[in-house]
């Protein structure tokens, strides 16, 4: 019988930053932002299980009327259980966040006095049938409300998403291994007439090379009927990552349908990539870009900005132990919605974080 180990690691941040444009919309004004953060992480590990836990909340200022005080807050947690030959994992988490923080790369449909409730929920089963072959089923379920002015609330009517898969997946080596599943997702919304649904075969190979080198790539054709109308479709989501002695490199891509809290499913495209690297022991820099591309019918229905682009970098000191001082600048570029110019923002942001050690104990 082993004892259960737990740790306990606080986390606290205090940040300032300016952005020249928060909604990216033609005609903004500048303003200033103080966010306070406040993070717990609860963690409890055995032998063959593992479990954790973090509240996070924030507190947020702006020094421009037109955006009101709102703070954020959520609660994660994760479970997983592995024998020898099964293993299940699960995660789940609730938030309550002000739309400036979650309708920017979506809708589009900010106003600081609107919230989001998201309530989200997944996990995995792995059954092994031998050392080189199990079965896997996997669930997940997504809702979404917003309660605010009369107009956010009308624009914004949320949406209840659940998807599924079930498939096979193969050990073709030490480092490679190749699955096969079938999947499928739905989602409702209370719009009337605003209810779409896929369902389709997707294949995926992973490749490890000890922790240096990691590439992963899905690929998904499907049957979809949006709004009525149907059609085919294929969903795309690929990784890399290299690590090298004092930095390290990822891309990603993705297209596939996203759920929008205007109770739509939205094909979209996303490309990010990342570069970090040690200057000193005590300097970290990293350098971020995102494109964000969704398609014809988006746009044409007015459901969000045809791309989204995104260049930031950053330099982080650890200035001890427990503190470090972050300090970034970032650039965004985006066409709203039924406007013929792209509208540029920029921001810069000074961010203090105390770390300490995790608190571990057995009990």
């Known amino acids: 019988m082993h004892a259960a180990q737990w740790s306990l690691q606080p986390v606290l941040s205090w940040q300032t930053d300016f952005d020249s444009n928060r909604s990216i919309e033609p005609n903004g004004q500048g303003s200033e932002q103080a966010v306070l953060s406040a993070d717990a992480i609860l963690q409890r590990s055995l032998e063959n299980l593992q479990f954790s836990l973090q509240p996070h909340f924030d507190l947020r200022r702006y020094s421009d009327s037109e955006w009101s005080p709102g703070d954020d807050r959520s609660l994660a947690g994760a479970f997983s259980w592995n024998s020898e030959r099964s293993q299940l994992s699960l995660n789940g988490s609730i938030a309550n966040q002000n739309t400036l923080t979650t309708e920017l790369l979506e809708t589009g449909i900010i106003d600081t006095n609107t919230r989001r409730r998201t309530a989200q929920a997944s996990g995995e089963l792995d059954l092994g049938q031998t050392e080189e072959h199990l079965f896997f089923t996997q669930a997940s379920y997504l809702g979404s409300s917003y309660s605010g002015p009369p107009l956010s609330e009308e624009l ?37 007439g605003d209810s779409s649904h896929e369902a389709g075969g997707q294949v995926e190979l992973k490749y490890s090379h000890s922790e240096l080198t990691t590439f992963d790539i899905q690929v998904g054709e499907s049957r979809r009927v949006l709004t009525g109308a149907a059609s085919l479709g294929t969903n795309v989501l690929a990784s890399a990552t290299h690590k090298f002695e004092l930095s390290s490199v990822s891309l990603s891509y993705s297209r596939s349908l996203v759920p929008y809290g205007n109770g739509f499913l939205v094909e979209r495209q996303q490309l990010t990539a990342a570069v970090t690297r040690s200057l000193t022991p005590t300097l970290d820099a990293d350098l971020s870009a995102i494109r964000i591309d969704n398609n014809n019918s988006t746009v044409r229905l007015e459901l969000d900005r045809r791309f989204y682009d995104n260049l930031g970098g950053g330099l982080t000191w650890k200035v001890s132990e427990n503190w470090s001082l972050r300090s970034e600048a970032t650039t965004s570029w985006s066409p709203p919605i039924n406007y013929p110019h792209t509208v540029h923002e920029w921001r810069t942001a000074l961010t203090m974080t105390w770390r300490p050690l995790p608190n571990v104990f057995s009990r």
């Open 156 to 192: 914004l009517p949320g949406y209840r998403y659940y998807s599924a898969a079930s498939g096979e997946r193969f050990v073709l080596s030490e480092h490679l291994t190749f699955s096969a599943s079938a999947f499928g997702d739905y989602l409702h919304s209370d719009r009337a």
